[in-house]
């Protein structure tokens, strides 16, 4: 039985990488039929908020990816507290008192003498005594796991086959000072207890994948397949990380980007398949391969969503439109009209009031000084609305004739004059919306 999960921290918004890690995890479960856990890493109590546990959810359904059940870090702190004891018994935890000024200095060392920074176990060599009076002196120690000094190796579903040289690793503090249980041991708990069968995360946690196989093996257990993803750069491959909070899934959604617009860049960004809008999540989970995605940086670029969205909402029947266009305040018995002949001419929904204001309203003439007169002559042998779907063509017809104009010369200050615009629908379209008779 396939089992994902997607872990986020509830310390911010989700961004679009998360969105690529909770997509990946969702579809891998969805396409086996299995099961996907959405999983809330709030160990730290600090930094977990309340209302980012919520807004997760949001962001998710907004997308229409749907999990199977919710779990909480939180609500399971005795699981940990069990499989520390767990590892002390098997003599795999150690107290260490080292203040982060004293590690720090310990790193600059090994850095000026050219070593990597590895912690150098200097609390295993503590006695009883020494562990007594460094606790009343400082409080509790830390909880490192001691990790087997060995090449820890398994084959990533994306990277292929890979080993770390546990020697390189720091051994990694489970359990702070305060008791606060860290989230290394807690995923570990979680993923074996849960039956997580497949892990995908990001390729920052390469490192932690090879302490968790080595924490499960000393609990006991084996491992579930991993796979890490690339991390997402801007579009000259400069580092996202300082604008991932401007994009924030709900930014995107508050920009107007449609989620299948959104869904489908991300289920293919990466991957040697071609991006294309698909019309639904189970589309995407059908084509969903994940040996296809690469270990170069992906490069992500906002404006990509822009096109994707226009031709998503291209294709959307005026039934599922009816109410939003209601809402404008679009008379029923021109509303169809108005989406087929608006949706061609927006990128995002948000561009639809705009139109809609222009048939209501008129646009602000634009008109050359040469082409003033023409203009003039031109709109005094217009009638008063309503406009029908020939109004366009007698219209013409008739400025034609009077003025000797045809062509460009004759359409184009029109078109402007009207609309204000140098481009946009097919005139005979705008005229049968135009609600006013066009002024100078
Ligand atoms: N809470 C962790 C994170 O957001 C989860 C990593 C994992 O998937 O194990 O980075």
């Known amino acids: 039985m396939t089992t994902t999960r997607f872990a986020p921290s509830p310390t911010g918004y989700l961004h679009v990488g998360n969105l690529r890690?909770?997509?990946?995890?969702?579809?891998?479960?969805?396409?086996?039929?299995?099961?996907?856990?959405?999983?809330?890493?709030?160990?730290?109590?600090?930094r977990s908020k309340p209302e980012y546990v919520d807004a997760i959810q949001e962001d998710l359904s907004w997308l229409g990816i749907t999990w199977d059940r919710i779990e909480f870090q939180s609500k399971r702190l005795d699981r940990y507290a069990e499989a520390a004891d767990a590892l002390r018994a098997a003599g795999r935890f150690y107290e260490a008192f080292e203040?982060?000024?004293?590690?720090?200095?310990?790193?600059?060392?090994?850095?000026?003498?050219?070593?990597?920074?590895?912690?150098?176990?200097?609390?295993?060599?503590?006695?009883?005594?020494?562990?007594?009076?460094?606790?009343?002196?400082?409080?509790?120690?830390?909880?490192?796991?001691?990790?087997?000094?060995e090449r820890i190796a398994w084959t990533d579903g994306i990277l292929g086959d890979l080993s770390i040289d546990a020697a390189s690793v720091s051994d990694p503090v489970l359990i702070r000072g305060d008791g606060q249980v860290l989230y290394t041991i807690a995923s570990?708990?979680?993923?074996?207890?849960?039956?997580?069968?497949?892990v995908v995360r990001?390729?920052?946690?390469?490192?932690?994948?090879?302490?968790?196989?080595?924490?499960?093996?000393?609990?006991?257990?084996?491992?579930?397949?991993?796979?890490?993803?690339?991390?997402?750069?801007?579009?000259?491959?400069?580092?996202?990380?300082?604008?991932?909070?401007?994009?924030?899934?709900?930014?995107?959604?508050?920009?107007g980007i449609e989620p299948m617009?959104?869904?489908?860049?991300?289920?293919?960004?990466?991957?040697?398949?071609?991006?294309?809008?698909v019309d639904s999540l189970d589309a995407l989970i059908e084509g969903f391969d994940l040996s296809s995605f690469g270990s170069a940086p992906t490069k992500f670029d906002r404006d990509d969503l822009l096109p994707l969205t226009a031709r998503f909402l291209h294709?959307?029947?005026?039934?599922?439109?009816?109410?939003?266009?209601?809402?404008?305040?679009?008379?029923?018995?021109?509303?169809?009209?108005?989406?087929?002949?608006?949706?061609?001419?927006?990128?995002?929904?948000?561009?639809?009031?705009?139109?809609?204001?222009?048939?209501?309203?008129?646009?602000?003439?634009?008109?050359?000084?040469?082409?003033?007169?023409?203009?003039?002559?031109?709109?005094?042998?217009?009638?008063?609305?309503?406009?029908?779907?020939?109004?366009?063509?007698?219209?013409?017809?008739?400025v034609k004739a009077a003025s000797g104009r045809k062509g460009k010369g004759l359409f184009m200050p029109l078109r402007r004059a009207v609309t204000g615009l140098d481009r946009g629908p097919e005139m005979a379209d705008v005229m049968r919306l135009l609600q006013k008779k066009p002024t100078l």
């Open 315 to 398: 294709g959307v029947p005026f039934a599922e439109m009816a109410d939003e266009i209601a809402a404008l305040g679009v008379p029923a018995d021109l509303a169809e009209t108005f989406w087929e002949v608006a949706r061609a001419n927006i990128t995002t929904r948000s561009d639809l009031p705009g139109w809609w204001h222009l048939f209501r309203d008129g646009g602000a003439p634009k008109v050359a000084e040469e082409d003033r007169d023409f203009v003039a002559d031109a709109f005094a042998r217009l009638p008063e609305p309503p406009y029908g779907p020939d109004t366009w063509s007698s219209w013409t017809a008739e």
């Open 99 to 149: 203040t982060p000024t004293e590690l720090d200095l310990k790193r600059k060392k090994q850095l000026n003498m050219g070593k990597p920074p590895v912690y150098d176990r200097a609390a295993l060599a503590l006695s009883e005594d020494e562990k007594a009076a460094l606790r009343a002196e400082r409080g509790q120690g830390v909880w490192r796991f001691k990790l087997d000094h």
């Open 202 to 255: 990001g390729s920052d946690h390469v490192t932690n994948t090879a302490t968790q196989i080595q924490i499960m093996a000393a609990l006991g257990h084996g491992h579930p397949e991993f796979a890490h993803h690339s991390l997402l750069t801007g579009p000259q491959g400069e580092a996202l990380s300082k604008r991932l909070g401007t994009l924030a899934l709900r930014d995107l959604r508050a920009d």
């Open 261 to 277: 617009a959104l869904l489908s860049l991300m289920a293919r960004l990466g991957s040697s398949q071609p991006v294309e809008l």
């Open 21 to 46: 890690t909770a997509l990946f995890n969702y579809m891998i479960a969805r396409k086996a039929g299995g099961t996907f856990i959405l999983r809330i890493d709030d160990t730290d109590p600090e």
């Open 188 to 198: 570990v708990v979680d993923d074996t207890e849960m039956g997580v069968t497949h």
